[in-house]
Structures are given as structure tokens and as C-alpha cells.
């Protein structure tokens, strides 16, 4: 009877581990597809001012003292 209760502790041990493992994935999951928006939203943005004839990034550019 003890081997059979310990089966069912360890059964009941796994299965919520199982289910938060699962939670987690399944906030990841909307995590990156939010984030993948965003930098697709981004690209966009910057695809649109390359069009534009825009300025240099200032990241892009030169510092004064080279």
C-alpha cells in the first residue's frame, strides 16, 4: 500500500509540474510573438525612412573627433 501511495504522490508531483512547465510556455509563447510584432513594426518604421531619403541614424554616423 506505501509503494502505491508514493506512486500517487510522485504521479501528482509530476502532473503539476507538468501544468506550470506549460504555463510558462504558454506565456513565452505570447512573450516572443508580441516582441516578433514589435520588431516587425520597427523594421517597417526604419525600411519607411530609408524610403523617405531620411538622415543618417545618429547611431550610424561618425563621431565629430574622428
Known sequence: ??????????????TRMVD???EIV???TREIER???RVGL????????EAEGGT???A???PPHW
Request: negative net charge; charged residues 45%; proline residues 0%.
Open 56 to 58: 543618417v541614424a545618429l
Open 1 to 14: 500500500m506505501d509503494r502505491i501511495e508514493r506512486s500517487e504522490e510522485q504521479i501528482a508531483h509530476l
Open 60 to 62: 550610424d554616423q561618425r
Open 42 to 49: 520597427l523594421l517597417e518604421r526604419e525600411a519607411e525612412r
Open 20 to 22: 506550470d512547465l506549460s
Open 26 to 28: 504558454t506565456r513565452q
Open 35 to 37: 516582441l516578433s510584432r
